[in-house]
């Protein structure tokens, strides 16, 4: 049997997502497939739209088997952390046989290319990323020059490295390799809006253009073609009920977390990525703090992104403390966010051959784990109990706690209850 694992956010769930998800069924020939979901809060640093229930509703109904929770720590963590941990938990489930993931540029044999540079890192690499870090490079721009130097004859290489998409792949490709997993890699053509395009498109628009159309147009007229006719369906029933939810929804939090962070510790430097520098800079500004995206900008600089600001400012306001590391078997789980009914025998399975605890019923969790892996449940709670005190304080709708919720099902679809 042939179980084929993604790694998504689903943020929302769009037209672009089914056709990947059919053009992975067709070219790895998957029985079933999985999809490792981010929680509430994702890669670029940002909460998700609606909650992570809602997303995997959508997921199984678009064509999603299973689909298992990318703890908090990974899912709003650098491109290596991400990718790392995504792939971890595919192959700790112990079913997967395949994984597949979009590109924008690269090959197949030039990102595993890549990704064996990146791992191995050959001494020519090591000498000229040195040196172009000594002469006062970003160390983005230093890794390019480097592995141009090692890698003459990849072509595109600056635009892989600087697409969001292929870079993932080169972490997905490294991870596999690091774990020496036997999951066989499929690297898939996206199609569509990039993965950073703005603006609404007739065709397969960004999940980052449906959002910035949802919160300027305050509805979801402009949404409707973009999203399948049952995603816009959920989205409807709970709009301005549990969503849509965005950055500046989390500002007064975030302050908070700041003002508190660093009245009791003098400096941010102990979270997650953050560095003294960094440090300084938000303490700096922080006397003109207005809301969480106006800051972000305010203190983004050339060699940082916005993303990984925000990133950096969201692990002070979930208590995300150094060093940040990948899942492994001593600080991870597997949560069952969802599932079908036919899928029903790789929950079964899963249970059999992971080496890490697989967990359904929340409440479970304190029972089964302990020490990291214990934390990290901790971590997620916390989140969760954030990203719900911000649905009621914007919606006035009160959710019953993670710790409250039932697997139940509906039409041979089972999902955590909502709680309402």
Do not use: W
């Amino acid at each position: 049997m042939k179980v084929t694992g993604i790694i998504a956010e689903f943020n929302p769930f769009h037209r672009g997502h089914e056709y990947f998800i059919k053009e992975t069924l067709k070219e790895t020939g998957a029985d079933h497939i999985i999809a490792v979901l981010s929680g509430d809060f994702t890669q670029r640093g940002i909460p998700g739209l609606c909650d992570r229930h809602l997303r995997t509703l959508m997921a199984l109904r678009g064509g999603v088997d299973a689909v298992i929770e990318l703890p908090v720590m990974a899912s709003c963590a650098s491109a290596e952390f991400f990718a790392s941990s995504g792939v971890f938990l595919l192959n700790a489930s112990g079913i997967v046989t395949d994984i597949s993931f979009g590109v924008e540029y690269g090959k197949p044999e030039d990102l595993s290319g890549i990704a064996g540079v990146l791992l191995a890192e050959p001494e020519e690499y090591r000498l000229v990323l040195k040196e172009g870090l000594r002469k006062g490079l970003s160390y983005p721009l230093a890794r390019s020059q480097a592995l141009k130097e090692v890698l003459p004859s990849v072509p595109k290489l600056s635009d892989i490295l600087n697409s969001p998409n292929d870079i993932l792949a080169i972490e997905y490709l490294k991870a596999l390799k690091r774990l020496d997993s036997p999951i066989t890699p499929h690297p898939l053509k996206r199609y569509g809006a990039e993965y950073n395009d703005e603006k609404i498109r007739s065709v397969n628009s960004s999940a980052l253009a449906i959002r910035k159309a949802v919160e300027k147009d305050g509805d979801l007229s402009s949404v409707k073609d973009q999203v399948p006719g049952y995603v816009f369906d959920l989205l409807s029933e709970q709009f301005n009920i549990t969503l849509p939810i965005f950055p500046r929804d989390f500002s007064a939090l975030t302050l908070y977390s700041l003002l508190r962070a660093c009245h009791s510790e003098g400096t941010l430097t102990g979270y997650a990525d953050i560095s003294e520098s960094l440090s300084d800079r938000i303490i700096k500004k922080l006397p003109d703090y207005s809301d969480l995206e106006g800051f972000t900008g305010a203190i983004k600089t050339r060699d940082m992104t916005y993303s990984r600001i925000l990133r950096c400012l969201m692990h002070v306001l979930l208590d995300m403390k150094k060093p940040e590391e990948a899942l492994n078997e001593s600080n991870s789980f597997i949560r069952i966010l969802g599932f079908k009914e036919t899928a029903s025998p790789l929950i079964k399975e899963m249970r059999k051959r992971s080496p890490i605890p697989v967990i359904s019923r929340l409440s479970d969790g304190p029972k089964l784990l302990s020490g990291k892996a214990l934390k990290t449940f901790e971590q997620d709670l916390f989140a969760s109990e954030l990203y719900r005190t911000v649905i009621f304080n914007k919606f006035g709708t009160r959710l019953s706690s993670e710790l409250s919720r039932r697997m139940t099902g509906n039409g041979g679809i089972f999902t955590l209850s909502p709680g309402l």
